[in-house]
């Protein structure tokens, strides 16, 4: 009873929002938090032609650690806690990915996956300082696919690599996490009623799409979640047009960020949750398996969310890593 009070209340929102006059709604920062675009108090840096939210914590000259966030579309407000390896001599720098959080916004013909892959590269370079530098990258669900990609094409330019439950590098081993998750598919045809993915968007629209992709994706966090959250994490802000956009490129152009990975021999450490019933053992040693040089650890006590919720479980086995490959 519980779990379908939830959902009706959602849906009841999602209706309300759906047949209210969206031009009573237009109000900068009503619907959603503002963009970097619209509020200069944001942190933030301009990379590769977009505006992205962005900011740091430690010392520039330490080895740096890029915090890649899931989605596509969501932010890194859930994963903050990656900020207290600065006190281990990092340098931790986070971002909201184009289109996503409180990032700049685009119309969706713009989304391609080398377009993420290109944006990663251009924040190394912008916090970069020197070439002997040391980069790591930790990417969570959608964000360890994109740092899979990443080091598919630029091997040399990442020293290790932290990977929190990504779906697939290849479009075959994401479809089956999705089919198997039970989540709402956000690479099916039939989410996209809720974004005009064709048409120019208006910031106003972009505002009113936002807001009802959160209140879509409320209705995930029940009890009987299978990825083992049952609760829901802070977002500042979804990006709706974002997110299927990159849905919609997956299905009709396929991907596959394995080619490479071979010759990447530095050891990698790739988390899955005792919890997503979804994920488990054979999943993560499936899609971890093109990495010649892999560490698997299992999170107890939590699900997909391992960083948010369980940040203490995982924490030293970070530190171990780091340590290791520093």
Known sequence: MKNQIKILIAVLLIALLSSCEMNEMDEPGLLVPLTVTEDS???????????????????????????????????????????????DGYYVVFYDQRGSGLSQRYNADIYNTQLFFDDLDAVIEYYKQTESQKVILFGHSWGAMIAAGYVDQHPEKVRGIIMVEPGGFTWDDTEEYINKSRV?????????????????????????????????????????????????YPIWRFGAVCSNAIAKYAVENS???????????????????ELNEAYGLSHAQNVSAPFPNVELFEAKGTGHEAIYFAWDNLYPMVQNYLSEIN
Do not use: W
Not at 67 to 81: E, K
Not at 255 to 265: A, G, I, P
């Open 41 to 87: 108090s944001l942190p933030s840096i301009t990379v590769n032609g977009t505006m992205l939210h962005s900011e740091t914590f430690g010392n520039p000259s330490d080895s740096i650690v890029i915090v890649i966030h899931g989605g596509p579309g969501a932010d890194y407000r859930s994963i903050l806690n990656c900020q207290y390896l600065s006190a």
């Open 255 to 273: 991907f596959d960020f394995t080619e490479n990975l071979n010759q990447y021999t530095s050891k990698v450490l790739f988390v899955y949750s």
């Open 184 to 232: 709402l598919n956000l690479f099916s045809e039939s989410t996209n009623d809720y974004v005009y993915i064709d048409q120019f968007i208006t910031s106003s629209e972009h505002n009113s799409l936002d807001y009802k992709a959160a209140l879509n994706n409320a209705i995930l966090y029940t009890d009987d979640n299978i990825v083992g959250d049952t609760e829901p």
